[in-house]
């Protein structure tokens, strides 16, 4: 079946100090991929997203690549700030021809940054 | 440009009872689907609704139901509400079937008691 697995959290960093959550994903097809981030008592807001191989997604200083040889897309940001703090999730979408589609979730990443 | 506005945005309701929630997608957009997010079993999918019709359903019971109006807005329900019904239910609009990916509400914090 198609899942997301990513790295367990919390994860805590200094400010400034360089993030990597991990995530990989099996997939019948070929997904577009997605990083959402939660605050707390919010929704979710899309960070960034990959609708093919090789893509790199980027916003606010993260990025993501899609790397379909390892089926991973590990999110990335060169130097974290208190206000990153937040529950981050990776997502697949698969899209047959415009049938309708669905996000899969993995389980979400606790980021906690402290200055 | 409007976001995805959910009403209301906390309920409590009492075991048994039934509760309607309702999703106000982005201007222009078709589709709209809901989520329940709980510590427990996490962000699972509810349903997608794509002008006016039922596309996809997870794996929920027949207590959760939904339904999309022509003007795009859309609405889910559930009855005979239980203690693990208590969830932030989230709506997400798209512009199609979600290849760009969703615009997400703010949620509807569910307490059941």
């Known amino acids: 079946g198609n899942s997301v697995t990513q790295m367990e959290g919390p994860v805590t960093l200094s400010e400034e100090a360089f993030l990597t959550i991990n995530c990989t994903y099996t997939a019948t097809g070929y997904p577009s991929l997605f990083w959402y981030v939660q605050y707390p008592g919010e929704g979710l807001q899309l960070l960034l997203k990959a609708t093919k191989a090789d893509d790199k997604g980027s916003n606010k200083g993260f990025e993501a690549t899609y790397r379909k040889e390892t089926t991973s897309f590990h999110l990335e940001k060169g130097s974290v700030q208190v206000s990153d703090s937040a529950v981050y999730f990776c997502?697949?979408?698969?899209?047959?021809?415009?049938?309708?589609?669905?996000?899969?979730f993995g389980t979400g990443t606790l980021l906690a940054v402290q200055p | 440009k409007a976001g995805v506005t959910q009403t209301p945005r906390y309920l409590i309701k009492t075991r048994g009872q039934q509760v309607t929630l309702s999703c106000s997608p982005i201007s222009g957009h078709r589709s709209v689907s809901w989520y329940q997010q709980t510590p427990g079993q996490g962000l699972q999918f509810l349903f997608e609704y794509f002008s006016e019709t039922q596309r996809n359903k997870g794996n929920f019971p027949g207590r959760f139901s939904g339904r999309q109006f022509s003007n795009s807005r859309s609405e889910m329900n559930v009855s005979t509400l239980e203690l693990g019904d208590s969830a932030l239910y989230l709506c997400?609009?798209?512009?199609?079937?979600?290849?760009?990916?969703?615009?997400f509400g703010s949620g509807t914090r569910l307490t059941v008691v």
């Open positions: 997502a697949l979408s698969l899209n047959y021809g415009g049938a309708t589609n669905k996000l899969i």
């Open positions: 997400a609009s798209s512009l199609a079937t979600g290849g760009l990916g969703y615009t």
